[in-house]
């Protein structure tokens, strides 16, 4: 090849986006012919969306995006949070917001971000040039065009993505008017509400009274106690099961479980109400209130998600200036066994309970999580969060849980995103990264290609399915 030809093929690798058919495969010959052939068997299945965050009235509405940047770059915690960190300060016009987010599109070489953003770009809205300083404007124009068209509206994308049911995450008082909104329309697709209480359980937070008095309304109750309390959480449970939701949702730092004695929790709460409860108080209350979850999880069938791992709002200027859950938040390690036994030895054995472990501490994947849903049957393995929702991070994940735990003690895969446009580039990325792990088995003749096939379609659907207790509508 002359230095010329060669020159134009690198010149063309620098401005074409180009989506490499094998893009995740292993480079040896015997595991990418498997990955392929497991990836054609996931890749035009539906999309079953358990665990998320995107918002309930984009669906309602059924308005167009405003703007590319509104789409694609400001909802996104990974891209915010990475400009950030090259001390990139977004800016509150849209076109400029987009042209230092294309400045800095170097920035997400290697990362997950990076893979999704190119499959949107290139799978979504038709763009065959790569984003850059240079090509800002031109792609910013051609994706606006395209966010004009009906085609590109939230529910009819939603069907394009052949999404079977996407779950949303609500606050214990949210009036659920969006998703009831949804269902009067008479458009088919099913979206669902998910509870999250966490910050009714954050008894020392200067906001806490608030969230009660927010509670009590939406429950139509006064709460004086912790009797109270726990029955208007238990008729919030029962409005949104009424609503679709098939389970609810708790982030916490360490999954800290404890069965606290009556009166001990009355004098809690009532230093909670007084404002007074200090963060031992908050500790205590939250390990308590897990262990009333699962046990009104075994009484009305709601699965339990644990995110535990997460210090939330680290950036203590970014938290005060823009509020909480912005991006700032950072991994910290967890242990899991000691914490969650009082709640196991409770529950863990109960077969109407299903509690889904997630972390952002990889090391206890083997050492813990793999360990506890290999012997509980009320556990499950959620799939790499955050951080490790990447190529690497889902090959570790199966790596370090699948030989102790299986396949069917995980959860499938969620996308866990604000992003609704990276929802399927998120499940595709997911869909190789298994049938590639699947592949490296079948070559190595650990397991044959029809099980593999029947793996590699649990892990893409049924597996969440069955998890969730999302069965396919008739």
Not at 167 to 193: F, K, M, N
Not at 309 to 322: I, M, S
Request: proline residues 6%; charged residues 25%.
């Amino acid at each position: 090849m002359g230095p010329d030809v060669s020159a134009r093929l690198v010149a063309s690798h620098l401005t074409d986006l180009v989506l490499h058919d094998d893009r995740c495969f292993d480079p040896d010959p015997a595991i990418r012919a498997a990955a392929r052939a497991l990836y054609e068997e996931t890749r035009g299945l539906p999309i079953v969306s358990p665990h998320g965050h995107v918002e309930p009235r984009l669906l309602a509405d059924n308005a167009p995006f405003p703007d590319p940047t509104a789409l694609l770059v400001t909802p996104d915690h990974y891209v915010t949070r990475m400009l950030h960190s090259q001390g990139v300060a977004l800016a509150s016009d849209a076109r400029k917001v987009w042209r230092d987010f294309a400045a800095n599109y170097h920035l997400f070489l290697g990362t997950p971000t990076g893979y999704w953003l190119d499959h949107e770009l290139h799978e979504l809205f038709g763009v065959r040039t790569r984003l850059s300083a240079e090509t800002a404007d031109m792609v910013y124009d051609q994706v606006a065009e395209r966010l004009g068209s009906p085609e590109f509206r939230p529910r009819a994308l939603f069907d394009r993505f052949n999404i079977e049911v996407l779950a949303t995450t609500d606050g214990a008082a949210d009036s659920l008017e969006h998703h009831r909104a949804i269902r009067a329309s008479g458009w088919q697709g099913r979206v669902i509400p998910t509870l999250r209480p966490d910050r009714l359980f954050r008894i020392a937070a200067p906001g806490w009274a608030l969230e009660v008095e927010a509670l009590a309304v939406a429950s139509g109750t006064t709460i004086g106690d912790v009797a109270g309390f726990i029955g208007a959480l238990i008729d919030r449970r029962g409005f949104f099961i009424q609503h679709g939701a098939t389970a609810t949702d708790h982030g916490v730092v360490e999954p800290f479980t404890e069965q606290v004695p009556l009166d001990v929790l009355q004098h809690i709460f009532r230093r909670a109400l007084d404002r007074s409860a200090t963060a031992e108080d908050q500790r205590r209350f939250e390990g308590h209130m897990l262990m009333e979850m699962a046990r009104l999880s075994v009484e009305d069938g709601l699965v339990m998600q644990l995110h535990a791992g997460a210090l939330r709002d680290h950036d203590r200027v970014l938290a005060e200036r823009f509020g909480p859950d912005r991006g700032g938040d950072i991994p910290v390690a967890v242990e899991f066994t000691r914490n969650l036994r009082p709640l196991l030895n409770a529950y863990g054995n109960d077969p109407r309970l299903m509690l889904i472990l997630f972390t952002l501490d990889e090391s206890a994947y083997s050492r813990e999580l793999a360990p506890l849903a290999g012997y509980y049957p009320a556990v499950r393995l959620g799939p790499p969060w955050w951080f490790h929702d990447s190529m690497q991070g889902m090959r570790r994940f199966r790596e370090q849980t699948s030989e102790t735990a299986g396949f069917w003690n995980t959860a499938g895969f969620n996308d866990d995103t604000r992003a609704f446009c990276s929802i399927p580039a998120r499940h595709d990325l997911a869909r190789r990264m298994d049938a590639n792990y699947l592949a490296g088995l079948v070559a190595r003749h650990v397991i044959g290609i029809a099980d593999a096939c029947n793996v590699a379609r649990a892990l893409a659907c049924d597996l969440a399915r069955d998890a969730y207790r999302l069965a396919p509508l008739s």
